[in-house]
């Protein structure tokens, strides 16, 4: 058997829409497992907002979260590598987002911290299902130890994308600046990206790149589906995520990881 790992993305790639994973995508999952494939969720969000559909889907093992700066273990939430953000470049954030008046996601032991309620942390919240924690001192007073992750939160998208230029342009050196969703900036440890990570994980379990298949939709997804032999972007994704992929599956409200999995592991002679 050719391939013997998928990583999938969650959110706008496993997940519709509609946020309910299908049937159809929950067999197709259950099937590649029952055939030896390793299913491997390289996700954004945190483990508290990834694990009912990582119960879902009956899945156990490492999930990694947070881009790859977090991987747990599905069952116990035993922590298997933490490389979070350190605080000197998280305050200098932190100086930024005062002096900007943006609004900010804290992550602390997988609990979500924001320092400001409105539409933003609304919209997070819906997406993720995870309640925000209000901090009401001041952001470098609160944050004393390292963040697993930071995020900006930015309706404006022109706006979001300003952002994200300023920022790589002043941090790219020492942060990895990068976005999910087009409001969504995420600042994570340099060291740490979903292709490392996952990487990292292949070769633990004594595999090669080329025996993977990574497929996402967005930035932060990238270096996972170049590390993989087979790198794969959804219908819906970025333009430039279809660019460097080396097949495109259908969109994530078209069974588009389904029809990866029936395609190249359930179909495998």
Do not use: W
């Amino acid at each position: 058997m050719k391939y013997k790992l998928i990583a999938i993305d969650m959110d706008d790639t496993l997940l519709p829409s509609g946020l309910s994973i299908s049937a159809r995508t929950k067999e197709a999952i259950k099937a590649a497992e029952d055939k030896g494939v390793k299913v491997l969720i390289a996700t954004g969000r945190m483990f508290s907002s990834a694990l009912p559909h990582l119960k879902e889907m009956g899945l156990h093992g490492e999930v990694i979260t947070y881009n790859g700066a977090l991987v747990k273990e599905i069952d116990s939430a035993n922590t298997i590598l933490h490389k979070p953000v350190d605080l000197v470049s998280a305050h200098k954030i932190i100086d930024i987002v005062k002096k900007e008046d943006l609004h900010l996601n804290i992550y602390l032991d997988d609990i979500l911290y924001v320092n400001k309620l409105g539409a933003e942390a609304d919209y997070y919240e819906q997406i993720s299902g995870i309640k925000p924690v209000l901090i009401k001192d001041d952001l470098n007073d609160f944050l004393e130890s390292p963040s697993t992750k930071l995020l900006i939160v930015e309706e404006d998208i022109e706006k979001a994308d300003a952002i994200e230029e300023s920022l790589e342009k002043e941090f790219g050196d020492i942060l990895n600046i990068t976005r999910s969703k087009p409001k969504f900036i995420e600042i994570i440890n340099k060291e740490v990206s979903k292709g490392n990570t996952l990487a990292q994980i292949v070769e633990d379990l004594g595999l090669s790149s080329e025996e993977v298949i990574a497929v996402g939709d967005s930035f932060n997804d990238l270096e996972m589906i170049e590390y993989a032999g087979l790198g794969v972007a959804v219908a819906n994704a970025r333009e430039k995520i279809k660019e460097r992929a080396d097949y495109i599956t259908k969109s994530n409200d078209e069974d588009g990881v389904a029809e990866l999995i029936e395609k190249f592991i359930l179909a495998e002679e």
